[in-house]
Nanobody
Framework: QVQLVESGGGSVQAGGSLRLSCAASGRTFSNYAMGWFRRAPGKVREFVAG????????HYANSMKGRFTISRDNAKSTVYLQMNSLKPEDTAVYYC?????????????????WGQGTQVTVSS
């Protein structure tokens, strides 16, 4: 089992920034590719960003490219999501997830473990 705990959510004005963190425990963190997803009110869960187990290779949803950056620190068993130039449409609950599959994964069904989520609210 892998336990994931997100933090860093909150309320921010449009154009602002937030940095989400996801701390993992339970298994060897560097064996897992990580991803961030989000679910906005009334919408389905969507992929935000992913990073391979050893880092170095990332993938973003088109609407996040250039604004969001995913990174990881395997020594700290933590994955991050730096979010800049936030927009009201970025308002959602953000979840981190872990998968033992190789490479960078962008589909929710490919992930084995999920955190409880952290709320991000962007006001105009």
């Amino acid at each position: 089992q892998v336990q994931l705990v997100e933090s860093g959510g909150g309320s921010v004005q449009a154009g602002g920034s937030l940095r989400l963190s996801c701390a993992a425990s339970g298994r060897t963190f560097s064996n897992y590719a990580m991803g961030w997803f989000r679910r906005a009110p009334g919408k389905v869960r969507e992929f935000v960003a992913g990073i391979r187990a050893t880092g170095g290779s990332t993938h973003y949803a088109n609407s996040m490219k250039g604004r969001f950056t995913i990174s990881r620190d395997n020594a700290k068993s933590t994955v991050y999501l730096q979010m800049n130039s936030l927009k009201p449409e970025d308002t959602a609950v953000y979840y981190c997830a872990a998968t033992s599959r190789l490479g960078v994964r962008s589909e929710a069904y490919e992930y084995d473990y999920w955190g409880q989520g952290t709320q991000v609210t962007v006001s105009s």
